[in-house]
């Protein structure tokens, strides 16, 4: 496979640097992050196989943070009509 050589401004390369992985290179950085993503069909069945109560402590966690997120709503709701 040869190679192609890119112009970017400074402002462009600092932001692609920041993405890049240690052990990443540019290209791979390139492909990983213009890769399709995958439908969120392909993940229906996805959890037919876990046990049961991995599947409740996930749904668990899940409601916690549902609850935290809305509390912290709240208080901002709060703060910003005093």
């Known amino acids: ?38 439908p969120l069909a392909s993940f229906a069945g996805a959890w037919k196989d876990m046990p049961s109560k991995m599947k409740a402590d996930i749904k668990s966690l899940v409601e916690e943070s549902r609850n935290r997120d809305r509390q912290r709503l709240e208080q901002l709701v709060k703060k910003v009509t005093k």
């Open 1 to 38: 496979m040869g190679t192609k050589t890119i112009a970017l401004d400074e402002k462009s390369y600092n932001s692609l640097s920041s993405l890049k992985k240690r052990d990443e290179s540019f290209s791979d950085l390139v492909k990983r992050l213009t890769k399709p993503n995958k």
